[in-house]
């Protein structure tokens, strides 16, 4: 029998795509993270140096395609499609305080399917929230001042610099925690983060350092990069890679090659001269 369950064409704008909306009038505030993203969102090129990009978005601009989103992902057409079945699209959701036991070294849970790179530039870049006079929320664009966190966290990641990562989930939340060494110190920072087990979306983060206020700090972007990689790499099926080898929880490179103490060799400052 046939199905007569009703279709909906779901048409995205920028507004529903992270990343895909910026200020058109002052594209020359933005970093080359926030504009590669912005020409990723239409199907356009984002190799070349910033004045390459700008001239890049202008060039859409001036074509009528600032309004216009290609993503060859369907993902964020799910996601607005859920909503709109929900009738949830201005619900905030509150997400829950993570679990204290049933942590196991990642990634010993599925991902959540929807989450992507989009939701890691959303939560850090564009998700803060600003009070305004009359003591009402408002949601504010911050992509223009700085992508710091997401730069400095690719180089956390790509160093090695993200070890002792767990996860877990529940109550529709996925959670993930980790250790991420500290630039200039010997230490290291405690980053936790919740993930939306429905939507993909990252609902929470906190970590130990002084900068993360509002959770939105170098160490948090390289645990949510990490996540991201992994993903790419292997897929979001915890059962999907455990034959393959551990990639995280590796620390530092530190280019020694460690081996006996009766078989080290050291010279002498005297044999130096």
């Given at each position: 029998m046939a199905s007569t369950q009703a279709y909906q064409k779901i048409n995205l704008t920028p507004d529903d795509v992270p990343g895909a909306k910026l200020n058109i009038d002052a594209l020359e505030k933005y970093g080359n993270v926030s504009l590669k993203r912005w020409l990723e969102c239409r199907g356009l090129k984002i190799a070349?140096?910033?004045?390459?990009?700008?001239?890049?978005?202008?060039?859409?601009?001036?074509?009528?395609?600032?309004?216009f989103v290609d993503l060859t992902v369907g993902k964020w057409c799910s996601i607005k499609d859920e909503k709109i079945k929900r009738e949830?699209?201005?619900?905030?959701?509150?997400?829950?305080?993570?679990?204290?036991?049933?942590?196991?070294?990642?990634?010993?849970?599925?991902?959540?399917?929807?989450?992507?790179?989009?939701?890691?530039?959303?939560?850090?870049?564009?998700?803060?929230?600003?009070?305004?006079?009359?003591?009402?929320?408002?949601?504010?664009?911050?992509?223009?001042?700085?992508?710091?966190?997401?730069?400095?966290g690719e180089q956390y990641?790509?160093?090695?610099?993200?070890?002792?990562?767990?996860?877990?989930?529940?109550?529709?939340?996925y959670y993930v925690k980790a250790?991420?060494?500290?630039?200039?110190?010997?230490?290291?920072?405690?980053?936790?983060?919740?993930?939306?087990?429905?939507?993909?979306?990252?609902?929470?983060?906190?970590?130990?350092?002084a900068g993360s206020a509002l959770g939105r700090c170098n160490h948090v972007a390289a645990v949510l990069l990490l996540i991201d990689k992994h993903c790419k790499e292997y897929g979001?099926?915890?059962?999907?890679?455990?034959?393959?080898?551990?990639?995280?929880?590796?620390?530092?490179?530190?280019?020694?090659?460690?081996?006996?103490v009766s078989e080290a060799a050291y010279t002498s400052y005297q044999q130096q001269k």
């Open positions: 070349g140096n910033k004045s390459d990009l700008l001239q890049r978005c202008k060039d859409a601009v001036s074509v009528g395609k600032s309004e949830k699209k201005d619900e905030k959701v509150q997400p829950v305080l993570p679990p204290i036991t049933g942590w196991k070294p990642f990634p010993s849970k599925n991902v959540p399917t929807n989450f992507n790179y989009g939701h890691i530039y959303h939560y850090l870049l564009e998700s803060v929230v600003f009070i305004n006079e009359d003591g009402e929320s408002e949601d504010t664009d911050l992509a223009y001042m700085t992508s710091k966190p997401l730069t400095k990641v790509k160093s090695g610099s993200v070890t002792n990562v767990m996860d877990t989930e529940g109550k529709g939340h250790k991420v060494a500290a630039s200039m110190k010997n230490e290291d920072q405690n980053v936790n983060v919740t993930i939306s087990m429905v939507s993909g979306a990252v609902l929470d983060a906190s970590c130990t350092c979001n099926d915890a059962q999907a890679c455990t034959s393959k080898p551990c990639e995280w929880n590796k620390g530092k490179r530190s280019h020694r090659t460690p081996g006996k």
